[in-house]
Protein backbone atom coordinates (compact mmCIF):
# COMPACT_ATOMS: atom_id res chain seq x y z
CA UNK A 1 0.00 0.00 0.00
CA UNK A 2 0.95 3.55 -0.59
CA UNK A 3 2.16 5.74 2.52
CA UNK A 4 3.68 9.37 2.85
CA UNK A 5 6.12 10.44 5.34
CA UNK A 6 6.67 13.76 6.44
CA UNK A 7 9.20 15.23 8.64
CA UNK A 8 9.69 16.71 11.54
CA UNK A 9 6.33 17.05 12.68
CA UNK A 10 7.32 20.02 14.78
CA UNK A 11 9.46 22.76 14.54
CA UNK A 12 10.97 25.82 15.85
CA UNK A 13 13.70 28.04 14.12
CA UNK A 14 15.32 32.10 14.25
CA UNK A 15 14.58 34.28 11.71
CA UNK A 16 17.27 34.21 9.53
CA UNK A 17 17.88 30.53 9.86
CA UNK A 18 17.47 28.14 6.65
CA UNK A 19 14.77 25.61 6.08
CA UNK A 20 14.31 22.05 4.86
CA UNK A 21 11.19 19.81 5.10
CA UNK A 22 10.76 16.70 3.58
CA UNK A 23 8.41 14.19 2.11
CA UNK A 24 8.90 11.17 0.62
CA UNK A 25 6.56 8.64 -1.07
CA UNK A 26 6.50 4.78 -1.09
CA UNK A 27 4.63 1.72 -3.19
CA UNK A 28 3.82 4.15 -5.95
CA UNK A 29 5.65 5.45 -8.57
CA UNK A 30 5.69 8.79 -10.45
CA UNK A 31 3.05 10.40 -8.18
CA UNK A 32 2.30 14.15 -8.62
CA UNK A 33 3.59 15.57 -5.31
CA UNK A 34 2.25 19.23 -3.81
CA UNK A 35 3.28 21.05 -0.53
CA UNK A 36 0.47 23.49 1.01
CA UNK A 37 0.19 25.68 4.03
CA UNK A 38 -1.98 26.69 6.29
CA UNK A 39 -2.17 29.98 8.10
CA UNK A 40 -4.32 30.28 10.90
CA UNK A 41 -7.56 31.14 9.79
CA UNK A 42 -6.75 31.05 6.26
CA UNK A 43 -7.38 28.04 4.51
CA UNK A 44 -4.73 25.63 2.41
CA UNK A 45 -2.83 27.70 -0.06
CA UNK A 46 -0.99 25.87 -2.64
CA UNK A 47 2.97 26.27 -2.65
CA UNK A 48 4.18 24.15 -4.94
CA UNK A 49 3.96 21.31 -7.06
CA UNK A 50 5.53 18.61 -9.16
CA UNK A 51 4.80 16.29 -12.26
CA UNK A 52 7.87 14.51 -12.28
CA UNK A 53 12.02 14.70 -11.43
CA UNK A 54 13.07 18.25 -11.78
CA UNK A 55 9.94 19.76 -12.55
CA UNK A 56 8.40 22.28 -9.68
CA UNK A 57 5.59 24.67 -10.16
CA UNK A 58 5.42 27.93 -7.83
CA UNK A 59 1.84 28.93 -7.13
CA UNK A 60 2.88 31.47 -4.89
CA UNK A 61 6.36 33.88 -4.97
CA UNK A 62 7.78 33.79 -1.61
CA UNK A 63 10.39 33.24 0.54
CA UNK A 64 10.42 29.06 0.02
CA UNK A 65 11.82 27.02 -2.71
CA UNK A 66 11.01 23.04 -3.53
CA UNK A 67 13.13 20.52 -5.35
CA UNK A 68 12.47 17.12 -6.16
CA UNK A 69 15.50 15.17 -6.43
CA UNK A 70 14.00 11.97 -6.94
CA UNK A 71 10.88 10.56 -7.97
CA UNK A 72 9.39 9.94 -5.09
CA UNK A 73 10.86 12.93 -2.79
CA UNK A 74 10.17 16.47 -2.49
CA UNK A 75 11.62 18.83 -0.48
CA UNK A 76 10.56 22.39 0.83
CA UNK A 77 13.49 24.93 1.53
CA UNK A 78 14.43 27.75 2.31
CA UNK A 79 17.64 29.85 2.44
CA UNK A 80 16.24 32.36 5.33
CA UNK A 81 13.37 32.26 7.45
CA UNK A 82 10.79 34.77 8.34
CA UNK A 83 8.55 35.37 10.72
CA UNK A 84 5.85 34.93 8.41
CA UNK A 85 6.95 31.70 7.35
CA UNK A 86 5.01 29.63 10.63
CA UNK A 87 2.30 27.57 9.66
CA UNK A 88 1.14 23.88 9.11
CA UNK A 89 3.28 22.84 6.19
CA UNK A 90 1.47 19.30 4.65
CA UNK A 91 3.15 17.52 2.03
CA UNK A 92 0.17 15.42 -0.39
CA UNK A 93 0.51 13.57 -3.15
CA UNK A 94 -2.01 11.75 -6.34
CA UNK A 95 -1.67 9.17 -8.21
CA UNK A 96 -3.46 8.99 -11.57
CA UNK A 97 -5.66 11.43 -13.38
CA UNK A 98 -7.50 14.33 -12.27
CA UNK A 99 -10.18 11.77 -10.55
CA UNK A 100 -7.73 10.87 -7.74
CA UNK A 101 -7.70 12.86 -4.45
CA UNK A 102 -4.62 13.52 -2.67
CA UNK A 103 -3.68 11.90 0.31
CA UNK A 104 -2.01 14.40 2.84
CA UNK A 105 0.89 13.37 5.12
CA UNK A 106 0.56 14.22 8.90
CA UNK A 107 2.27 17.30 8.41
CA UNK A 108 4.89 20.10 10.00
CA UNK A 109 3.94 22.53 12.34
CA UNK A 110 6.62 25.51 11.66
CA UNK A 111 7.30 28.22 14.33
CA UNK A 112 9.49 31.13 13.18
CA UNK A 113 10.51 32.71 16.25
CA UNK B 1 -11.04 28.92 -13.46
CA UNK B 2 -12.00 27.04 -10.54
CA UNK B 3 -13.32 27.89 -7.51
CA UNK B 4 -15.09 26.52 -4.25
CA UNK B 5 -16.98 28.42 -1.64
CA UNK B 6 -17.53 26.80 1.68
CA UNK B 7 -20.65 29.30 3.47
CA UNK B 8 -19.82 29.45 6.98
CA UNK B 9 -15.89 29.31 8.57
CA UNK B 10 -17.89 27.97 11.38
CA UNK B 11 -20.67 25.50 11.70
CA UNK B 12 -21.90 24.42 15.80
CA UNK B 13 -24.38 21.39 16.32
CA UNK B 14 -25.92 19.48 19.00
CA UNK B 15 -24.65 16.04 19.31
CA UNK B 16 -27.45 13.85 17.59
CA UNK B 17 -28.66 17.12 15.54
CA UNK B 18 -28.14 16.87 11.56
CA UNK B 19 -24.96 17.91 9.83
CA UNK B 20 -25.20 19.79 7.17
CA UNK B 21 -21.73 21.75 5.51
CA UNK B 22 -22.40 23.38 2.26
CA UNK B 23 -19.90 23.87 -0.64
CA UNK B 24 -20.74 25.65 -3.85
CA UNK B 25 -18.42 25.34 -7.01
CA UNK B 26 -17.78 27.27 -9.93
CA UNK B 27 -16.20 25.28 -12.69
CA UNK B 28 -15.87 25.38 -16.96
CA UNK B 29 -15.92 21.45 -16.97
CA UNK B 30 -17.16 19.11 -15.92
CA UNK B 31 -15.57 18.77 -11.71
CA UNK B 32 -14.63 16.31 -9.44
CA UNK B 33 -15.72 16.77 -6.23
CA UNK B 34 -14.02 16.13 -2.64
CA UNK B 35 -14.56 16.30 1.05
CA UNK B 36 -11.77 16.36 3.31
CA UNK B 37 -11.60 16.21 7.67
CA UNK B 38 -8.91 17.18 8.99
CA UNK B 39 -8.32 16.99 13.11
CA UNK B 40 -6.45 19.39 14.84
CA UNK B 41 -2.49 19.32 14.62
CA UNK B 42 -3.08 16.04 11.53
CA UNK B 43 -3.49 15.62 7.58
CA UNK B 44 -6.40 16.11 5.72
CA UNK B 45 -8.08 13.11 5.17
CA UNK B 46 -10.31 12.21 2.22
CA UNK B 47 -13.80 11.97 3.45
CA UNK B 48 -16.00 11.12 0.15
CA UNK B 49 -15.83 12.19 -3.80
CA UNK B 50 -17.62 12.70 -6.87
CA UNK B 51 -16.32 11.81 -10.30
CA UNK B 52 -19.35 11.68 -12.29
CA UNK B 53 -20.73 8.42 -11.29
CA UNK B 54 -23.60 8.51 -8.88
CA UNK B 55 -24.87 11.83 -7.76
CA UNK B 56 -24.79 11.04 -4.55
CA UNK B 57 -22.03 10.13 -2.59
CA UNK B 58 -21.88 7.98 0.54
CA UNK B 59 -18.20 8.55 2.59
CA UNK B 60 -16.45 6.87 5.49
CA UNK B 61 -17.79 8.00 9.27
CA UNK B 62 -21.31 8.31 7.76
CA UNK B 63 -21.17 10.95 5.81
CA UNK B 64 -22.56 11.53 2.78
CA UNK B 65 -23.00 14.27 -0.31
CA UNK B 66 -24.73 14.99 -3.34
CA UNK B 67 -23.92 16.59 -6.34
CA UNK B 68 -26.49 19.13 -7.97
CA UNK B 69 -25.12 20.37 -11.03
CA UNK B 70 -28.26 22.87 -11.30
CA UNK B 71 -27.17 24.07 -7.96
CA UNK B 72 -22.72 23.80 -8.47
CA UNK B 73 -23.69 22.02 -5.00
CA UNK B 74 -21.85 19.45 -3.32
CA UNK B 75 -22.63 19.87 0.30
CA UNK B 76 -22.06 17.17 2.92
CA UNK B 77 -24.29 16.04 5.45
CA UNK B 78 -24.80 13.63 8.19
CA UNK B 79 -27.89 12.33 9.86
CA UNK B 80 -26.91 12.76 13.76
CA UNK B 81 -24.02 14.51 15.04
CA UNK B 82 -20.99 12.84 17.03
CA UNK B 83 -18.37 14.62 19.66
CA UNK B 84 -15.82 12.84 17.24
CA UNK B 85 -16.99 14.03 14.10
CA UNK B 86 -15.56 18.21 15.45
CA UNK B 87 -13.02 19.27 12.61
CA UNK B 88 -12.31 20.92 9.89
CA UNK B 89 -13.72 20.60 6.74
CA UNK B 90 -12.76 20.89 3.79
CA UNK B 91 -14.50 20.95 0.20
CA UNK B 92 -12.59 21.01 -3.13
CA UNK B 93 -13.24 20.76 -6.72
CA UNK B 94 -10.36 19.28 -9.42
CA UNK B 95 -10.60 18.06 -13.30
CA UNK B 96 -8.87 15.64 -15.20
CA UNK B 97 -5.01 16.34 -16.01
CA UNK B 98 -2.23 17.66 -13.69
CA UNK B 99 -4.18 20.76 -12.14
CA UNK B 100 -4.02 20.93 -8.74
CA UNK B 101 -7.49 21.30 -6.68
CA UNK B 102 -8.59 23.82 -5.49
CA UNK B 103 -9.78 24.20 -1.77
CA UNK B 104 -12.18 26.10 0.07
CA UNK B 105 -11.48 27.76 3.06
CA UNK B 106 -12.67 25.17 5.34
CA UNK B 107 -15.38 24.94 7.94
CA UNK B 108 -14.95 24.31 11.62
CA UNK B 109 -17.56 21.52 12.78
CA UNK B 110 -17.73 22.19 16.82
CA UNK B 111 -20.31 19.47 18.01
CA UNK B 112 -22.14 20.35 21.50
CA UNK B 113 -23.07 18.23 24.19
Known amino acids: SQTIHQWPATLVQPVGSPLSLECTVE??????LYWYRQAAGRGLQLLFY??????ISSEVPQNLSASRPQDRQFILSSKKLLLSDSGFYLC????????????FGSGTRLTVV | AQSVTQLGSHVSVSEGALVLLRCNYS??????LFWYVQYPNQGLQLLLK??????LVKGINGFEAEFKKSETSFHLTKPSAHMSDAAEYFC???????????FGKGTRLSVIA
Open chain 1, 92 to 103: AWRGGGGNYGYT
Open chain 1, 27 to 32: GTSNPN
Open chain 1, 50 to 55: SVGIGQ
Open chain 2, 27 to 32: SSVPPY
Open chain 2, 50 to 55: YTSAAT
Open chain 2, 92 to 102: AVGRTGNTPLV
